[in-house]
């Protein structure tokens, strides 16, 4: 299993910064991507940002220029840099990790994780 602690969300005023974090701990064999999602209330869950194992990177069209994705391979750890903050930001922000884990027999086995969410709200 893949556990993954989110933390750094909080209130922030517009135009605003916040950073949150992600690591990943458990049976991992190898992350393939790690990401954020986020859910607004009355609204489904959407992508924020992903970036592969390979660097690449995927945004909403919505922070575009205002966040960045980041990844330390070593610490299993993804980060979102948000900057230029938003009250259309407001959501709970989750992680997402791709990824195989070991077996105590057999190949390793892929499976999606989630974090468990953490809120950012952002006042006008």
């Known amino acids: 299993q893949v556990q993954l602690v989110e933390s750094g969300g909080g209130l922030v005023q517009a135009g605003g910064s916040l950073r949150l974090s992600c690591a990943a701990s458990?049976?991992?064999?190898?992350?393939?991507?790690m990401g954020w999602y986020r859910q607004a209330p009355g609204k489904q869950r959407e992508l924020v940002a992903t970036?592969?194992?390979?660097?690449?990177?995927n945004y909403a069209d919505s922070v575009k220029g205002r966040f960045t994705i980041s990844r330390v391979d070593a610490k299993n750890t993804v980060y979102l840099q948000m900057n230029s903050l938003k009250p259309e930001d407001t959501a709970v922000y989750y992680c997402k990790v791709l990824g195989y884990t070991t077996q105590t027999m057999g190949v390793p086995r892929p499976g999606e994780y989630w974090g468990q969410g953490t809120q950012v709200t952002v006042s006008s």
């Open positions: 458990g049976s991992i064999f190898s992350i393939n991507a």
């Open positions: 970036r592969t194992s390979g660097g690449s990177t």
